[in-house]
């Protein structure tokens, strides 16, 4: 990959990455209810988790989702289904739910798998790797793809992770708290709907 694809992945990787949608969303909630420390394996779980994704559709999926419509929207729509789930989850009780009934933030499994049903993601993964890999060095480009979305995705999810923990300082009640949480989940839901209807 040369000097000006790499720039240009990276600047296309940082604008999808810090703009809202459902991780950021998901983030900065956990980070009011949860702080930074406790959201951290939510962080590297998008981060990560985007990546892996991102490396095996460069690899091997993207022809087959790229032919296949019925798989397509068969994905899409159970994304869709999920993140309104999540949505409802954070603006009734702050999170998931632990056996005991208790909030907690997402797992790093949880957060990576995430990826795989969260249309956004779908969506960057199949234009990023139809514009940015190379058929004839396709581990090699789609390595470096995966590289550069692991930096943005760590600092993107960070900061809004930041951002929700500097928020916990005006949410002090927990009626403000349980507004932000609402609000946080009418946000998730308005990216599911703007996803579906773009």
Not at 40 to 63: D, R, T
Not at 147 to 165: D, E, I, K
């Amino acid at each position: 990959m040369d000097l000006y694809s790499l720039f240009t992945l990276t600047l296309l990787a940082a604008s999808s990455a810090f703009t809202p949608g459902p991780n950021n969303a998901l983030v900065a909630a956990s980070g009011v209810n949860f702080g930074y420390r406790r959201t951290l394996p939510h962080i590297f779980g998008i981060a990560l988790g985007f990546a892996v994704m991102i490396f095996i559709i460069g690899l091997f999926l993207g022809q087959l989702f790229q032919q296949s419509a019925v798989l397509r929207e068969l994905l899409r729509w159970a994304g869709v289904l999920l993140l309104l789930y999540v949505a409802y989850k954070i603006a009734t009780a702050g999170g998931l739910t632990d056996s005991g009934g208790q909030s907690r933030p997402f797992r790093f499994i949880e957060a990576a798998g995430f990826q795989w049903i969260n249309p956004k993601a779908w969506a960057m993964a199949g234009a990023i790797t139809a514009q940015f890999i190379d058929p004839i060095a396709t581990v090699q480009t789609a390595l470096i793809i995966s590289a550069v979305f692991v930096v943005t995705g760590l600092f993107s999810a960070s900061a809004w992770t930041f951002l929700g923990q500097w928020l916990s300082q005006f949410l002090n009640s927990p009626e403000r708290q349980a507004l932000f949480n609402k609000v946080m989940g009418a946000l998730v839901a308005a990216c599911v709907f703007g996803l579906v209807f773009e």
